[in-house]
């Protein structure tokens, strides 16, 4: 073998090497959408896209979050608020919660809707009922940025501009006896906390 053969095969060799270890820092960079993660709500930033831990049955998975991390945005990358998402949309709301805010709102997931009675959720996603849809999902709604440590044992004002009565003990918190099971989801206008139940406003009235 000549010396240029020599050459050129350690030079080979080389590249070849230099491949393999190029192998881990391209798997290293693959995209985490899908994947599990531990707890719920929280964020990061990776491959310049940012995720969500969203909560999906038994699990939690990271979801991308597509633009800015505004409410509207956070809850779409979520699949377990699909019908909390749809209903604000078809009220009109899902723009007003990517304004600038800030808001606090109490989302019901999905689950919260389907516990309504089938008479009720056919009635508040009527679109000839978008009115009082509107009114329901503002009694979520509360003007202001407020984490769950600066909740207090009080009444709020919600958008609906009636009030929500919040209870704080050591077991948790509870907005007109809904339970918070998902706190402090940061969003760039405000903030977003999981509630079991779907609130509807006394002065509100369901059907004929």
Known sequence: MTKHKLITKKKALFISAALMLAVPAVAQASPINGEKCDNPGAMMRANNSRFICAAEGAKSRWRRVNGEMTITSILEAMPRYSLLVAALKQAGLDTTLESTGPFTLFAP??????????????YLLDPANVAVL??????HVVA??????DLDTASYSALDGTLLDVVVRTSGITIDNARVTMADVDATNGVVHAISSVLVPDDVTIGS
Do not use: I, Q, Y
């Open 144 to 149: 202001g940025s407020v984490m769950a440590k």
């Open 109 to 122: 997931r999905n689950a919260a809707f389907l516990a309504l009675p089938k008479a009720t959720l056919d």
């Open 134 to 139: 509107r009114e329901v999902l503002l009694h």
